[in-house]
Structures are given as structure tokens and as C-alpha cells.
């Protein structure tokens, strides 16, 4: 079984964390995974850095810009994390834009991801029809989950759609704007939460988007799985670095 699929059956609110590989510092990255572990997240998200970010938010491309500068790469990311499962035991996922990976080779990509102990990939320019026709067997072959976005503007029957197309979890977009621009839940996304959650789908909801502290983690976790959190965590890491991240933490689940 996935590790995603195990994690997804515990009995508690899942918190998730993203991070850009390759920031603050290139070689941050897995000891930000093993802190983040350490301190009780339940799964990652590792962001592959890409230089035209079209759905994030300044402070994500930002962090991707630097990474970039750092001179991370896939190969490179590939290689820092050849040896994360003789200490990480959480789900991992990477999550980016397609490009890459098609720049790598999607197989060559995706058994990479098996040997090193990567259980999903986030793609969110990656269309639905393209990807089961394309490349769905080849996901499946090497054990990943491919996990897809839906948001307010996604209508019932594309929902549906995703959800029978799905074998994890549906990354929730709490808003159709870009990642870290809100603050807090208004009644619109209430109204969405509470839509989604009466759909009764197959798949758990993880809500991403404008969770930066134990109050949204809350709201957002009132009806859904769990919760991304990406914007807020850089900000901290590009604030205090990498030595302090059971602090931030701690603020999330209080």
C-alpha cells in the first residue's frame, strides 16, 4: 500500500508542508524534510523550482527563482534525495509544474521517483484527458499517486470526473486566486468547503491555498482531511532559516 493511502486511513487531521527544493540554501533539502518529520508533520510536499510558476504567489516564486540561482535541478534534486528513506518514513510528494518532467522523460521521471521512495506528484498544468491518455500506466507502474487540483470555479461534473480519476487524495484550491494571497475564510469558501464535503466523494479533500496559521489549519480542516501549508512556511524559512522549524510547527497545531 502507499504510504499515502496508509496516512490518509489515520484517524487525524492531516498537515502537510510545502517547501521549494533548493531554498533557502541547495542543500537545505532533506534537512528540512527530516525536521519537518521530526517535529510531526504528517506529509510533504517538495517543490520542483521552475522559472515561470504561473499559480503561485510571489513569496513560492520567489523561493523558486533563488532555488534556481542555487542551481537546483531535477537531477540534482533526484540525487539529494537518494537516500531519504533510510531516515524519512512519511509520504513524499514532488509537486510542479509538467515541463520538467517531460524535459527529464516522463518514465525515466516517474521510476526515479520509485527507486528513491517518492509515493505522488502534484502536475497542476497536467489535464486530466491528457494524463489517462498518456500517461496514466506509466504512473501507475511505478506505484504513484497523481493528485489533482479542483476549485470554487470547477463545476459538479468535472468534480465527479476527478474524483473517479483519482486514487489519493483531491487537492482542494481554497480560492481561484494565487497561492499566499489571503487571509482567512470568508463565506464564499465556507460555502465551497461545505459544497464539497456534501458531494461525499471517494477521495479525501486536502485544502491548500491561504492556510498560514492554526486558526485557517482549523477552518480548513472543519470538513476536509488536511491542509497545504506552502506560502506561510517559506516565509518563515526565508525569515529564520532552517534551524527553527519546530517552532513553526508548534504555531500551526496548537
Do not use: W
Not at 489535464?127 to 470547477?154: M, R, S
Amino acid at each position: 500500500m502507499n504510504r499515502i493511502h496508509q496516512k490518509l486511513q489515520e484517524d487525524k487531521k492531516i498537515l502537510s508542508i510545502y517547501f521549494t527544493a533548493g531554498y533557502p540554501s541547495l542543500n537545505d533539502t532533506v534537512k528540512i524534510i527530516q525536521d519537518l518529520e521530526k517535529n510531526g508533520v504528517d506529509m510533504i510536499e517538495i517543490g520542483l523550482p521552475f522559472s515561470d510558476p504561473l499559480a503561485d504567489g510571489p513569496t513560492i516564486q520567489a523561493s523558486s527563482t533563488q532555488a534556481l540561482k542555487n542551481g537546483m535541478t531535477t537531477s540534482l534534486l533526484f540525487q539529494q534525495l537518494k537516500d531519504i528513506r533510510e531516515s524519512v518514513s512519511i509520504p513524499l510528494i514532488l509537486m510542479g509544474y509538467f515541463n520538467p518532467v517531460l524535459q527529464y522523460g516522463v518514465e525515466e521521471f516517474c521510476k526515479k521517483c520509485q527507486e528513491i521512495g517518492i509515493d505522488g506528484l502534484i502536475l497542476p498544468d497536467l489535464p486530466l484527458d491528457v494524463y489517462q491518455e498518456d500517461y496514466e500506466t506509466i504512473f501507475k507502474k511505478y506505484g504513484l499517486v497523481n493528485v489533482f487540483l479542483i476549485t470554487p470555479q470547477t463545476s459538479d461534473a468535472r468534480i465527479r470526473q476527478i474524483d473517479a480519476a483519482s486514487d489519493g487524495f483531491i487537492y482542494m484550491v481554497s480560492s481561484a486566486s494565487v497561492t499566499g494571497s489571503q487571509d482567512g475564510f470568508g463565506n464564499n469558501q465556507e460555502t465551497y468547503f461545505e459544497r464539497i464535503a456534501d458531494m461525499k466523494l471517494k477521495n479525501p479533500q486536502v485544502v491548500g491555498f491561504g492556510i498560514n496559521n492554526s486558526e485557517t489549519f482549523l477552518q480548513a480542516t472543519k470538513q476536509a482531511k488536511g491542509a497545504i501549508i506552502g506560502s506561510a512556511f517559506i516565509k518563515f524559512l526565508t525569515q529564520h532559516g532552517v534551524d527553527k522549524i519546530g517552532d513553526f510547527v508548534k504555531g500551526i497545531r496548537k
